[in-house]
């Protein structure tokens, strides 16, 4: 079965619910889809920020005593 539904949420592009959605609670049909859909979300959320700080290629952590002052 797991294989089955990975296959579909890659279809759907649901990159998380594969993973997650044995860990969610089910109470009622619409709370556990909910759950599943925040959970999702949540998790694209941190991806993006991840994406985009790797993308900006921040220089790496600088401190003041390290920094050569005579050179410029």
């Known amino acids: 079965m797991s294989n089955l539904i990975r296959e579909k949420c890659k279809s759907l592009r649901l990159a998380y619910v594969a993973d997650i959605y044995e860990q969610i609670p089910f109470d009622n049909p619409e709370q556990y889809i909910s759950a599943l859909l925040q959970q999702e979300l ?26 050569r002052w005579s050179e410029h």
Do not use: Q
Not at 47 to 61: D, H, Q, S, V, Y
């Open 42 to 67: 949540e998790h694209r959320e941190v991806a993006k920020g991840e994406r985009l700080i790797k993308k900006a290629k921040f220089m790496n952590e600088k401190e003041l005593e390290d920094y």
